[in-house]
């Protein structure tokens, strides 16, 4: 099983860009995971927000891979804790799909992207930079890969 950080915006900060890296390193052999950058929409005075965030969702439905079991990371979805998102990635390597996280814009995800999404998950109620919702979620399936592995990097 692979997965797939789909994620709106290019040239992360280097500070974001080396902490994914790193998390994206470490879950290699547990779950290989690729970073796929996203055009943003135009925005600005006179554009329409709403048409920026359509473009974007067209892009980020055209990046998913064939078949994959979609994640959209947004704050309406499940809030999980580490362990729950480790039993969920157990349940999803049942299912030998590959997975697919989504990240969207600053509006969040285009309708026609919740629809196609299989699960929403919540990072919490706080409101992150969406390229520091990256380095979160990587570190978190590495955590939950981890979990699974029974390896010491969760120490709860």
Do not use: C
Not at 72 to 78: I, M, N, V
Request: avoid cysteine; charge should be positive.
């Amino acid at each position: 099983m692979k997965a797939r950080l789909i994620a709106v915006g290019e040239r992360a900060p280097r500070w974001v860009a080396d902490g994914f890296g790193e998390y994206q390193k470490r879950l290699s052999h547990w779950l290989p995971l690729e970073l796929v950058e996203v055009e943003p929409g135009l925005r600005g005075k006179g554009r329409d927000a709403a048409r920026a965030m359509q473009d974007e969702g067209a892009r980020v439905l055209a990046a998913l891979p064939k078949n994959a079991l979609v994640v959209t990371l947004d704050g309406r979805g499940k809030p999980w804790s580490s362990e729950q998102l480790a039993q969920r990635l157990e349940h999803w390597r049942a299912q030998g799909r590959d997975l697919a996280f989504l990240i969207g814009g600053p509006e969040g995800h285009a309708p026609d992207v919740i629809a196609r999404g299989d699960e929403s998950w919540s990072l919490g109620p706080l409101t992150l930079p969406h390229m520091l919702v990256r380095l979160v979620a990587a570190e978190q399936l590495y955590r939950a890969a981890a979990l699974l592995a029974n390896h010491p990097y969760h120490r709860a």
